[in-house]
Structure formats: structure tokens, C-alpha cells
């Protein structure tokens, strides 16, 4: 009868995390340097090269994964360094603030809002900027919802020196990014998305060709310098102190992913994704990426809504959290994610808050066929 | 992602229990007997009154609400007694097995299951029994879903010496039932019902008339003796080991309760169940009981299903437990609760779990249209 506070997670980060993570999490507290602890150390280092699908190493911060982000930065590159910047959205704009911050030359293809990046314009910018060291691209644009064509991108860098630096944090675990298939050369990624955890921990993990341009880096490192956590990996330890509980927590989640393996974990996602943007078409509103990911559907605020106050009322009186727009986006769009300890029937408690929702505010939907469009979908993974 | 193994406890108890609570409930043990302790019970008794909607002292036992209705039985009676026992369903017989067990003489007002009793024969049966001591009866006859009329049948007893013995352990805190008001005589509830609190802790409170009654009880009672409780009651202590950790769980609850107010909550499961019966006939199903409460939805299994393999399907692939029939309507009905931790959005889980689960094993349902209908219900409250 706690209903009335009951809250239901939808947002693309942090996402709901399930009862026996946390119940891991609360586990009496451990010391990092004791041997049981390089034995755990050992089994999330085997487990997150599964979910990168390497065999590199996997390295992980205590930090946001924009920590891992600047991770890349200083340890890949060299003040005046060119890189190519794919630039459409709130994330597309962290690349380039990092590499400016850290007095990199960007060179910037911008991308409306909404849309992917067209595998052409980027390898013309490559063929004009040969001496680019890098792109710097998100797999998954999460302010915008869209899906950038990573693997088609891939194969342009593959056959270059340049480096292909995947921003994962909201695809990794989602679809199929498999790294050492496409050559990927840094993968990234955070803990509070598909792993289905707390914020805190972030992830970073580098092809051959990324450690070589590594050796020749420049730039000052010291928490995010992947030299210091590459020895203490080869004992079994970590850099610095790690965030424990998170990371006992990961190892719970990542045992859970290997048992059900990685396909299973791919169609639950494209199941609900699918399901989710049939429902939100079959209510007469718009996706608002061209091409959008699994992680989250992006949906246009239908004329005359009031988008701020429809999301706050949906929070304060239903307890549903769905994410609103960022920067320009404010107002325009909101968030609903795939992400996070959901079963297929979570999505009907979105959407059954989105269509009653969307009437309380005075838009014409018809109750229920949100919800009759996405069983239609779902009634066929399940 | 821990999705695959995500659970819906939609059973008439236990319930879900809310988060909040079950984190009380995790607290360092501590001990009855200090002072601290006390000031525990105060407030839990006091609150427990408001719950009741009585001025007279509500006692509880670490025990299932079976331990409640012996109680009642063994403070009251005694040997060669007779009772009127009106038995309609699993519950009413729990009532004649216990008054046979402790040699009463019960005359049984037979029931239908699925139907309720009727005022007029359980007057009949008063007026040809007048040496009657009590009715025993239920509130809300769990394993048929009907709602017995207790506040009609109460307003024959307040005349008379007999007493009215109410099993409210699906009622209480579902819908009214104002002890003092009515004039009920005793009153029973438990912890996993509507108080959606783990099992554990069972209640019961009596009349002046019950307290007058039990002085002359001749039959052997030493845990569920009331007159130990009174007394312990008295020093703001417990007669026996109480269950701690339950007991902060219930004063959390409590609190809640009073915090929201007994209207707010009838409201609430009122809401529920009026949008899950309409649900379940726009799927073209039947309800089953004549007179249904608010506690549960009893669903009349269609023509052709296996309800048994239903139900294990939906509660082994989905993670959704409803709970099938008992005794004689085993194979015949399935619940599903509205007690417990639930918002009316996870009405909207249960309902698509059961629409796509009955297309699944054949029935010929229109995706959504129980969706649709429960939706018309819910926003009329939300």
C-alpha cells in the first residue's frame, strides 16, 4: 500500500536495478586488496570481455561514463592532435568539449538533431583529413534516441590508421556491437545502462591499434591512466580503490548475462523497443529519431502538450519517470527507455501512463490501442 | 536485466510488499523487552485502533491469521457451545473445523460457493437458535471472492446476546467495515493481506459483549489467551516473543495508513477492482462470485482452458502469479489480488499477462480490449 510513492524507472539512465543487485550491493562491506577480491577481480575481467565480445582488456573506472570518455582522450592523444567529431546531440557535443578541453583540433560534422550520420559524409571528412588520429562517435545518440552507423563506419577505419572511438554507454548490452568483428578500437560504456546498475562504474576497452597510438600520448593522466590500471590488472588489483559494492553488484549481473547470453538479451530489447514505438505510432505520435536505437524511444511532444508539466504530473501524481529532452530538445521530445531490470510487461505500465496521460492533458487518444499495438508486437517474442 | 527472473506476486496473500518496508524490516534485530521497544508497541497499538475504527484494544500474535480465528474460538467458548458457522467456501469451513476441533456444536448455514449468504437465512437460523452464541463468518470469502453482508447481518446481532465473529482477514483496510459502527464483536485480520506486510502477525479485537462473553470461556488456551495479552497490553509489553521485525514493518505501514487515510485506501481498491471486473468481461470471461469484493478479482476459468497449465505457464515464462481455486473450485477459477503494494498501473501487468496469455492457450480474446476497459475504469480515479 506503499502504491502512492511507488515509482516506476523509465528514464535512459540511472534505470531500475533488480531486488538481488541490491541485495549483493548490501552486502557487508570488503577490502579490495584481499585475495578473495583478486578473485572477483578475475571473474568480472573474464565476464565484461563476453560483453564486449574481445578479447582485449577490459578496464573500469570509479567514475560516470564520461569518465571513461576523458579516459580515451588522455590516453590516446597529443595537444594539437586532429580528430573527427560526429556532433548530433548532447553527447556528440561531449566529445568535442573534451577534445577541445584538452587542446585537441576538432574537426566537427555536425548533424541535425534527430538525425544519423551518413556513412559517406564521414568518409569524405576522412579523405580530406587523413591525418585525422580519430572519430569520436556515439553508437547510440541517448539525448536524441538515434542509432549512428557504427558498423558501416567501421569498415572505413579499418583500412586506415585513424581510430574509431565508440561511445557504447547506452548500446553496449543493448544490440550487437560485437568489438573485435568490427574493429572497433575503443568501446565505452557506463553501469547504469544495459548492465542494469547504480551509476558509478564506467568502462573502456582498446583494440591493438588504440594501445599502440596510446604509447605516443602526451597528454597529463593520472586517475584515467590506463598504464597504471594495466599493471595492477596483470596483479589482479586495481589502480586505485574501486568502488566495491558496485563491483559486486557487476559481477551478480554479469554472471546473469553470460546465463542467459548475450542473442536473448538482443531480443528483449528489440522486442520491447519494437513493441514501444508500434504503441506510440498506434497513438498517432511521432519517433522522433530517423533511425532510432533499442535503448530508449524517443517520442515528439505532440502539438499543444505541455511537455514539462505532462512529464511532471506523470512523476509526481502516477510515479512514472520518463526522461525529458536536452539543450535544444528541451520541451520537444520525451524519453522512454529499454534499459534497466524490465520485463515486457513494464512497458505496459509506461504506456498505459503515457495514453492516460496524454488524454488527462487534452491530446486525442483513443485508451488501449497504445497498448493493443505493443502486445501485438509482443506476442511474438514472448 | 534480471528481467527473466522478475516476479508478480498478484496472490490474495502473501502480497507485495513495498520496498520501504521490507528495508524496515532488514534493521539490526533489537529486543523486546527495552524500553525503546515499548514506545514501538504504543504507537502500533494506537494506529492499529485507527486501522480497526475502534476504541477497543486490538491485540496480535506472531502467527498466521488461522492463529486469530483459534483465538477467537478458544477466549470465547466453551465446550458444547453452539455456533452458527455460515460456510460458503474454504474459509467458512476453517470456521466449523475449528469450532468441531474444540467440541462446539456448530449449526451450518451452507453456502453456494461463489454465492453469499443471505440475511434472511442466516435470521431464520438466529431466530431457531437462539441459544446461539456467536455467527462466525467471513468478511470476504477469500477462496470465492465474495463479500458475505456483514454489515446487514451485523445489525440482527446487535439486538441479541449472540456474538458477531468476523473473519476480516481479506477485508480490513480493503473496504469499510467501521467496527464500533457496525457493532461487529470481534474482528480478525492479517498481516499479508491488505496491511501488505510479509506473513506473520494476525489480529483481533473484541467487543464489550465478546469481552463480557470470554470471562465465562472454559476451553484450554495458554498462547492465544487474550487475558495474557490484556495484561502484557497494560505494561506496553507482549505476553510472548513478539515477531520484532514484522512488527517495524507494521508500525512503517501503519503510518502509512493514517498518513493517507482509510478513505484514500477503500478508494484505491475500489478503483482496482472495479477495472479489473470490467477487464475480465471485456474479455469475454466471468466474474465468479454473486456479491464480489473489493480484496480480489475471482475469474470463472473459460470453457476449454487448462487452467492449471495456464496458470503455471504464466507464472513460469512471465514471472505473473495468480492464484488458482481451492478445494472444490480447483481447475474452475483463478485470482488475482488487488491487496499488496500495487499501483493501478500494475493492474495493467496483470491484465495484458492475462489477455496474452489466454490467446496463447487459445481462447478467443481481442488483444487490448481488457486494457481498454480497465483504462475507462482507472481514469475516472486517477
Chains 1, 2 share one sequence.
Not at 504530473?313 to 531490470?341: C, P, S, Y
Not at 505496459?348 to 499495438?373: N, P, Q, T, Y
Request: proline share 5%; charged share 25%; with cysteine.
Amino acid at each position: 500500500m506503499e502504491y502512492l510513492g511507488k515509482r516506476y524507472l523509465f528514464t535512459p539512465g540511472p534505470v531500475s536495478v533488480s531486488p538481488k543487485v541490491l541485495l549483493t550491493q548490501a552486502q557487508p562491506m570488503t577490502h579490495h586488496r584481499l585475495p578473495e577480491f583478486s578473485e572477483i577481480l578475475k571473474e568480472i575481467r573474464e565476464n565484461l570481455k563476453y560483453l564486449f565480445q574481445t578479447r582485449k582488456e577490459v578496464y573500469f573506472f570509479a567514475s560516470s561514463g564520461t569518465g571513461a570518455m576523458e579516459a580515451a582522450i588522455v590516453n590516446l592523444f597529443s595537444p594539437g592532435d586532429k580528430v573527427i567529431v560526429v556532433e548530433g546531440g548532447k553527447f556528440g557535443e561531449r566529445w568535442r568539449e573534451l577534445a577541445e578541453t584538452y587542446g585537441l583540433t576538432p574537426v566537427v560534422i555536425k548533424v541535425e538533431w534527430g538525425k544519423a550520420v551518413k556513412t559517406e559524409e564521414v568518409e569524405r571528412t576522412l579523405k580530406a583529413h587523413p591525418d585525422a588520429k580519430a572519430i569520436l562517435i556515439q553508437a547510440c545518440e541517448t539525448s536524441t534516441g538515434v542509432k549512428h552507423p557504427v558498423h558501416e563506419i567501421a569498415s572505413l577505419t579499418r583500412e586506415r590508421e585513424t581510430l574509431l572511438v565508440v561511445d557504447a554507454i547506452t548500446a553496449l548490452g543493448v544490440y550487437p556491437l560485437p568489438m573485435d568483428e568490427l574493429g572497433l578500437d575503443v568501446v565505452i560504456t557506463g553501469s547504469q545502462k544495459a548492465l542494469s546498475l547504480p551509476p558509478g562504474l564506467s568502462f573502456i576497452a582498446f583494440s591493438d591499434k588504440a594501445l599502440n597510438m596510446s604509447k605516443n600520448s602526451r597528454l597529463p593522466k593520472y586517475y584515467f591512466n590506463l598504464q597504471k590500471e594495466k599493471n595492477a590488472y596483470e596483479k589482479d588489483t586495481t589502480a586505485f580503490t574501486p568502488a566495491v559494492s558496485l563491483l559486486l553488484g557487476l559481477r551478480e549481473m554479469l554472471r546473469r548475462i553470460r546465463e542467459l547470453g548475450l542473442e536473448r538479451i538482443f531480443k528483449h530489447c528489440e522486442a520491447l523497443s519494437l513493441a514501444c514505438r508500434e504503441a506510440v505510432k498506434a497513438l498517432g505520435l511521432e519517433i522522433f529519431p530517423e533511425v532510432p536505437a533499442e535503448s530508449l524511444t524517443v517520442v515528439k511532444s505532440p502539438e499543444g502538450l505541455n511537455t514539462g508539466e505532462f512529464l511532471k504530473f506523470l512523476r509526481d501524481n502516477w510515479g512514472i519517470v520518463f526522461a525529458g529532452g536536452q539543450g535544444e530538445l528541451k520541451g520537444k521530445i520525451f524519453r522512454i527507455t529499454h534499459m534497466g531490470d524490465q520485463s515486457p510487461f513494464d512497458l505496459m505500465v509506461a504506456l498505459s501512463a503515457l495514453e492516460m496521460g496524454l488524454k488527462k492533458f487534452g491530446i486525442r487518444v483513443l485508451l488501449g490501442e497504445g497498448l493493443k499495438a505493443a502486445e501485438e508486437v509482443l506476442e511474438k517474442y514472448l
